[in-house]
Nanobody, 123 residues
Framework: QVQLEESGGGLVQAGDSLRLSCATS????????MGWFRQAPGKEREFVAA????????DYADSVKGRLTISRDNAKNTVYLQMNSLKPEDTAVYYC????????????????WGQGTQVTVSS
């Protein structure tokens, strides 16, 4: 029984900040790479950020570099996405995911997914 649960989404204005959390259970968290993906209305789910087992060398989509930061706390089995300087184009449902492989940017190689949390950024 593996569960991933996102939280922290909401409605904010452009330029504001949010911190998303993804609490996991049922897996050896430190053995999994973690990723964040997002899906906007009418679009495919796209890669946002990923972090390796030990937290080194995080990877980001070009559109979020310098604004969003992924981190993990293996003691809490939780991965975070700090979102700063939010833009209306960041509006989407954000999903966290876990992979038994190292840092991945493609959704097909992730094993487990959460249900998502809505982030809405108004202009």
């Amino acid at each position: 029984q593996v569960q991933l649960e996102e939280s922290g989404g909401g409605l904010v204005q452009a330029g504001d900040s949010l911190r998303l959390s993804c609490a996991t259970s049922g897996l050896t968290f430190s053995a999994y790479s973690m990723g964040w993906f997002r899906q906007a209305p009418g679009k495919e789910r796209e890669f946002v950020a990923a972090i390796s087992w030990g937290g080194s060398s995080p990877d980001y989509a070009d559109s979020v570099k310098g604004r969003l930061t992924i981190s993990r706390d293996n003691a809490k089995n939780t991965v975070y996405l700090q979102m700063n300087s939010l833009k209306p184009e960041d509006t989407a449902v954000y999903y966290c995911a876990a992979s038994a492989f190292n840092v991945l940017t493609t959704r097909s190689l992730y094993h487990y997914w959460g249900q998502g949390t809505q982030v809405t950024v108004s202009s």
